[in-house]
C-alpha cells in the first residue's frame, strides 16, 4: 500500500497587517492645515461640519481641506491619502452613525 499525503489549504485570504510607527505629534494646531475626510456615513458630515468650525475659531488652523467618500464600506483611494498627506499637516477620518 502506497502512503499519501493531503495538503489541506485555507482558501481565505491572509490578513497580515503591517505595523507602522505612529505620527510625529504636531506641536499644535495653530497656522496648521488639518483634512478632513467624511466617511459618507450618517451625521459624519455634520460632526465634521462642527470640528471644522472649532478647529479654525478655537485652535487656529489656517485652512481645512474636505474629501467625502463614495460610500462607507469603500477605503479612500491611495492617491487621495497621497494628496492629502501632501497638502495638509494633520488629517481626521470622521466617522458617524
Same mark, same amino acid.
Given at each position: 500500500?502506497?502512503? %499519501? ?9 491572509? *490578513? ?8 510625529? %505629534?504636531? /506641536? ?9 475626510? /467624511?466617511?459618507?456615513? $450618517?451625521?459624519? /458630515? ?11 475659531? /478655537? ?8 474629501? %467625502? ?13 497621497? %494628496?492629502?498627506?501632501?497638502?495638509? *499637516?494633520?488629517?481626521? $477620518?470622521?466617522?458617524? *452613525?
Amino acid at each position: 500500500m502506497t502512503e %499519501r499525503s493531503v495538503t489541506i489549504v485555507n482558501p481565505a485570504a491572509e *490578513d497580515v497587517a503591517p505595523r507602522l510607527a505612529g505620527a510625529k %505629534r504636531l /506641536d499644535g494646531l495653530r497656522g496648521k492645515r488639518v483634512a478632513l475626510v /467624511d466617511n459618507s456615513k $450618517h451625521n459624519a /458630515d455634520e460632526f465634521l461640519r462642527v470640528l471644522e468650525t472649532r478647529l479654525t475659531r /478655537d485652535h487656529g488652523v489656517a485652512g481645512v481641506e474636505r474629501y %467625502r467618500k463614495a460610500s462607507p464600506s469603500v477605503p479612500t483611494p491611495p492617491e487621495i491619502i497621497s %494628496r492629502l498627506a501632501q497638502s495638509c *499637516d494633520a488629517l481626521v $477620518h470622521g466617522v458617524a *452613525d
